[in-house]
T-cell receptor
Framework: TQLLEQSPQFLSIQEGENLTVYCNSS?????LQWYRQEPGEGPVLLVT?????EVKKLKRLTFQFGDARKDSSLHITAAQPGDTGLYLC??????????FGTGTRLTIIP | DAGVTQSPTHLIKTRGQHVTLRCSPI?????VSWYQQVLGQGPQFIFQ???????GRGNFPDRFSARQFPNYSSELNVNALLLGDSALYLC???????????FGPGTRLLVL
């Protein structure tokens, strides 16, 4: 059973465009983490959100945690080729395992 | 500060063999978790250890085992390797009180 669904699964856009990736669940998480992963490497942490409704910004990336702490979104403004990669959301409930989403493979075309 | 380190980086084994993967957490982190990532999928949880005790186990067969040492480093052992065990094995550490996990570069295992 996949608890976290990400959409879209694949996204290919032109440099300079904006995009949003969604991470949805029917379960409540105490925190949600976003990672970016390059091929053959480990996931690199981008942000952790813990409060319902929380918005965090990391340069051109904006992360939002849903009010009910069941969903999250990642918005990228003016995408650049360096943003290319696999974006993973992962939910945590206390000190238990991370449950990962299905992933969004993003390609930015120069 | 050094991040999570894993060894080896790559490994090729044949079916039926045994493999040991190693992980050193970030200094000060007391919890280590292991994940398996098959090509094209998100990581799947295998084990979590905290203060040398197993705190969680994913849906993996008994061929998979792990342990954590007094210095908080960890080993993942897989016996009787199958072709389907080919994957990127990721180790993640966290402080033990916070939920954020930091991942190592992974060990890519290929079973022939």
């Amino acid at each position: 059973t996949q608890l976290l669904e990400q959409s879209p699964q694949f996204l290919s856009i032109q440099e300079g465009e904006n995009l949003t990736v969604y991470c949805n669940s029917s379960s409540v998480f105490s925190s949600l983490q976003w990672y970016r992963q390059e091929p053959g490497e480990g996931p690199v942490l981008l942000v952790t959100v813990v409060t319902g409704g929380e918005v965090k910004k990391l340069k051109r990336l904006t992360f939002q945690f849903g009010d009910a702490r069941k969903d999250s979104s990642l918005h990228i403004t003016a995408a650049q080729p360096g943003d290319t990669g696999l974006y993973l959301c992962a939910g945590a409930r206390g000190n238990e395992k991370l449950t990962f989403g299905t992933g969004t493979r993003l390609t930015i075309i120069p | 500060d050094a991040g999570v380190t894993q060894s080896p980086t790559h490994l090729i084994k044949t079916r039926g063999q045994h493999v040991t993967l190693r992980c050193s957490p970030i200094s000060g982190h007391k919890s280590v978790s292991w994940y398996q990532q098959v090509l094209g999928q998100g990581p799947q949880f295998i084990f979590q250890y905290y203060e040398k005790e197993e705190r969680g186990r994913g849906n993996f067969p008994d061929r998979f085992s792990a342990r954590q040492f007094p210095n908080y480093s960890s080993e993942l052992n897989v016996n009787a390797l199958l072709l389907g065990d080919s994957a990127l094995y990721l180790c993640a550490s966290r402080t033990g009180t916070q939920e954020t996990q930091y991942f190592g570069p992974g060990t890519r295992l290929l079973v022939l």
